[in-house]
């Protein structure tokens, strides 16, 4: 059984909170304690922009934040608030960053803004229910007027993308909504399907997409098995995270061994273990 | 603790406070204690348990091969060493016993002079406890997964019956006879009913979790039909449509309310914990991240009572995890069954745990205490000679 629940008695009885940081790893798994925003910003380094030709905007999942971010409810309250207001600058006040903040207020702010300063938008991956990838919109509107640069389509996308993106901070949208609110017609909705901008979910519904995704998520749907299976064939199934991200990547990891460590340890597809000698990864057994 | 003992005394603190900051640390600290034992009676796995809520004294249990043992949790030896003795059993040769496992017990809520067992081979059986006869019998057509008996109510005897099939059952105890069943039959679920819970706060109120990804809360008085189906995304439609107006992404096999009865918690086969709030049904998007659930009948889990956060005990696989309900934090793994763990339920008065799992052991998870400082008066010597051989000589060094 685990000694570290002491660590979580509360004030009551005066026992001081143990730190929770070790020495510093070469991963830092918990490195961010707290910003969502950090953990996205931190994620996004790590997509190689080198495999898509710069033509996909940087995608972290929702599972690699949990990784970084140790409390759940905490992380998603912060990234479903970050999408909708509008974006507040932290560097437009200068001024604010000279007061002492606690790092408690700061996160708490700073989660509502992530999705509702519409900073982030979280996209609906397909391949599981759960799964969902986090862009910053700035790259995501960069990417698809780039990408529907002189086609037929442009228009609508860029009326798309001013109009809509902002009002509207959901994962799918409805067809009255787009016929009524937002003023769509049908043709205006088949061109931004054809732009790759809304995915087809039901009759009526779509889906907020990324052009050119499907090669992303097949990398990742694959490289995920790749690196799930080098641990099952591990002796005793469990792995040294240090000895994982030194091995050589096998062909099918075309993201990177970290990004996809992050992902498993998020999306609790393997336990976390702390030893003596660093994070150990073991396959869970049930 | 002599802070607060002393602020208590001072009549600084309100002296409840002392009392629920002690129950948190007694949760926190609980483990398989060797003192501890639970005399094994069971012949195959252990399905339900439930702890009679008059005293705290008397637990239940049901197995998978229908019987049911009766024990006694106090400890009157004054050892520390203690086994949960069994006080009786209603065994395999009882001409009354159950012919498949029994899947859920309860005891009376007002007294422990009866309780209520239901099973597998359709029957809701209520049993006199003194002579351990059935004082009633109801039939049903389908299985029986699950039933529950309010807590709370004093204007109503009902018991709320999950079968396989779509329709929630209520039997009434005060009319009932072997042949007459009061049946209010509700619609609205499809497929099987795994887990029924009334409210611990309002005596109407009936929560039923059913196969079909759905949970809905239920006023017995209405008869039209349910008052809140519970909905994982609060309504947006922005998530996926297959999960429109669904609790889970597959089938819900355990409720819960917590004791204020102000939130209910489900747990559903797409390893999900949810906590809504029972009164308007709205998810509060607790996550509690992967709560592994592969359990094809209802999962059994109960809450902590009377602690300052209170604490979720969840079985998960063949260990118990151990939430905080609001935070979603996991506290920890209890670990100590060998196959999976059916069902477990909490002793309020002394923070104790007791859980049953498919390896017919019933184990006891008591909160861990300090190591009592041996006393030194006890360890005295007294002499051991025979007196034949004690010498008659004075110790005195005078002489004469």
């Known amino acids: ?286 | 603790m002599l802070g607060l003992l002393s602020a208590r005394q001072a009549g600084l603190d309100d002296p409840l406070r002392f009392r629920r900051a002690e129950s948190t640390r007694r949760v926190l600290g609980l483990e398989l204690n060797k003192d501890r034992d639970v005399e094994r009676i069971h012949g195959s796995g252990v399905n339900t348990l439930d702890i009679e809520p008059v005293e705290g004294r008397y637990m239940l249990s049901g197995g998978s091969d229908g019987v049911i043992v009766l024990y006694d949790l106090e400890n009157s030896s004054r050892q520390p060493y203690y086994t949960c003795k069994a006080v009786c059993s209603v065994s395999r040769n009882h001409p009354d016993v159950h012919k498949y496992s029994v899947e859920t017990v309860q005891w009376y809520p007002h007294d422990t002079g009866m309780f209520t067992s239901s099973s597998f081979d359709k029957t809701l059986k209520v049993w006199d406890t003194n002579t351990l006869q059935t004082a009633d019998v109801f039939n049903f057509e389908e299985t029986v997964y699950s039933h529950h008996m309010s807590p709370v109510a004093t204007k109503h005897c009902l018991v709320a019956v999950g079968t396989r099939g779509p329709k929630v059952q209520l039997c009434d105890l005060k009319s009932g006879s072997c042949s007459h069943i009061l049946q209010v039959v509700f619609a609205g679920h499809r497929q099987e009913i795994l887990a029924v819970s009334w409210s611990p706060r309002y005596e109407y109120i009936l929560a039923t979790a059913s196969a079909d990804s759905r949970v809905k809360l239920w006023d017995v008085r209405k008869a039209s039909g349910c008052l809140i189906t519970l909905d994982q995304h609060n309504g947006k439609k922005s998530q996926a449509a297959e999960s429109a107006n669904t609790a889970h992404n597959g089938k819900v096999n355990g409720l819960c309310f917590t004791s204020d009865g102000l939130h209910l918690l489900t747990v559903g086969t797409d390893d999900r914990m949810r906590l809504w709030n029972s009164s308007n049904g709205e998810n509060t998007l607790v996550n509690y991240g992967k709560v592994y659930n592969d359990s094809r009948k209802g999962l059994k889990f109960t809450v902590s009572c009377g602690c300052s956060s209170e604490f979720v005990f969840v079985p998960y696989g063949s260990t118990i995890a151990v939430y905080t309900i609001h935070s979603g934090e996991q506290l920890t793994m209890l670990k100590g069954h060998y196959k999976s763990v059916d069902c477990c339920v909490f002793q309020s008065n002394f923070q104790e745990l007791y859980s049953g799992s498919r390896d017919c052991n019933i184990l006891a998870w008591v909160p861990s205490l300090c190591e009592p400082v041996p006393d030194e008066e006890e360890t005295t010597n007294k002499s051991q000679l025979n007196p034949a051989f004690e010498d008659a000589w004075s110790s005195s060094d005078e002489e004469g």
């Not at chain 1, 979580?8 to 001081?16: H, I």
């Not at chain 1, 409390?71 to 437009?92: E, F, I, M, N, P």
């Not at chain 1, 049908?186 to 061109?191: F, G, K, L, N, V």
């Open chain 1, 1 to 286: 059984m685990s000694r570290k629940r002491h660590r979580l008695v509360p004030e009551t009885f005066g026992l001081k909170r143990r730190r929770e940081r070790g020495p510093v790893e070469e991963h830092p798994l918990r490195g961010e304690s707290g910003s969502a925003r950090a953990a996205v910003a931190e994620l996004v380094q790590l997509f190689p922009r080198g495999l898509f030709e710069d033509a996909l905007p940087p995608i972290a999942l929702r599972s690699q934040v949990y990784s970084l971010v140790p409390d759940r409810t905490v992380a998603d309250r912060q990234l479903v608030r970050g999408v909708r207001a509008t974006k507040t600058d932290g560097r437009r006040f200068p001024a604010s960053r000279a007061l002492p903040r606690s790092p408690i207020a700061q996160t708490l702010s700073r989660q509502k803004e992530l999705q509702e300063q519409g900073e982030i938008r979280i996209i609906q991956l397909g391949f599981d229910l759960d799964a969902h990838g986090i862009i910053f919109t700035e790259d995501y509107r960069t990417r698809v007027l780039k990408a529907c640069d002189g086609r037929s389509y442009a228009a609508a996308v860029q009326k798309f993308l001013a109009s809509v993106l902002p009002a509207c901070g959901d994962l799918s949208f409805q067809q009255d909504q787009m016929t009524q609110t937002f003023g769509f017609r049908d043709p205006e909705i088949t061109q931004l399907v054809n732009a790759g901008v809304l995915t087809v979910r039901d009759a009526g519904s779509w889906w907020l997409a990324v052009p050119g995704a499907g090669r992303f998520i097949k990398y990742f749907v694959k490289g995920r098995q790749a690196v799930l299976g080098m641990v099952r064939k591990a002796k005793y199934r469990e792995l040294l995270l240090s000895e994982l991200l030194g091995r050589r990547a096998p062909a099918a990891v075309r993201l990177g061994l970290a990004y996809h460590v992050h992902d498993l340890i998020g999306a609790q597809l393997v336990d976390c273990v702390s030893t003596t000698s660093g994070t150990l990864l073991r396959l869970p057994e049930t």
